[in-house]
C-alpha cells in the first residue's frame, strides 16, 4: 500500500513556474513508477509525465515536452514536477500516481495508487 499527498500548486502567471512535490509514504518507494497526470474542469485526466525507479527513463505528454520535468529522490520517497513556461491551458488539478508494475505507465490504468491532486492555476 502506497499513500501519495501532492503539494506544491498555486496560481502564477502565464510564462512563470511551479515545481510540484508529491511524498509517498512506504519503504517500497523506489521500486515503483511514478506519474503525473491532471485534470481540467470537463475534461479527462490526462497523462502528463513518467518515471521509472531509477529515474534514467521518462516520458512526456507532448503538449508539455521541453517546459515540464520529472524528477525523484528515492531517499526522500518524492516525485517532483518542475513546469516551466505555464500556460493557461496548463491550470488543471495534478495528480501524482504510483504503479506497481515494471516499465513506464501511460494511461490512467497503469497506475495503483492516486494522490488527492494539487490545483494548479495559470492566468493570462
Known amino acids: 500500500q502506497v499513500q501519495l499527498v501532492e503539494s506544491g500548486g498555486g496560481l502564477v502567471q502565464a510564462g512563470g513556474s511551479l515545481r510540484l512535490s508529491c511524498a509517498a509514504s512506504?519503504?517500497?518507494?523506489?521500486?515503483?513508477?511514478m506519474g503525473w497526470f491532471r485534470q481540467a474542469p470537463g475534461k479527462e485526466r490526462e497523462f502528463v509525465a513518467t518515471?521509472?525507479?531509477?529515474?534514467?527513463?521518462?516520458n512526456y505528454a507532448d503538449s508539455v515536452k521541453g517546459r515540464f520535468t520529472i524528477s525523484r529522490d528515492n531517499a526522500k520517497n518524492t516525485v517532483y514536477l518542475q513546469m516551466n513556461s505555464l500556460k493557461p491551458e496548463d491550470t488543471a488539478v495534478y495528480y501524482c500516481?504510483?504503479?506497481?508494475?515494471?516499465?513506464?505507465?501511460?494511461?490512467?490504468?497503469?497506475?495503483?495508487?492516486w494522490g488527492r491532486g494539487t490545483q494548479v492555476t495559470v492566468s493570462s
Open positions: 518515471i521509472n525507479w531509477s529515474g534514467r527513463s521518462t
Open positions: 500516481a504510483a504503479r506497481g508494475e515494471y516499465g513506464l505507465g501511460l494511461t490512467k490504468s497503469d497506475y495503483d495508487y
Open positions: 512506504g519503504r517500497t518507494f523506489s521500486s515503483y513508477t
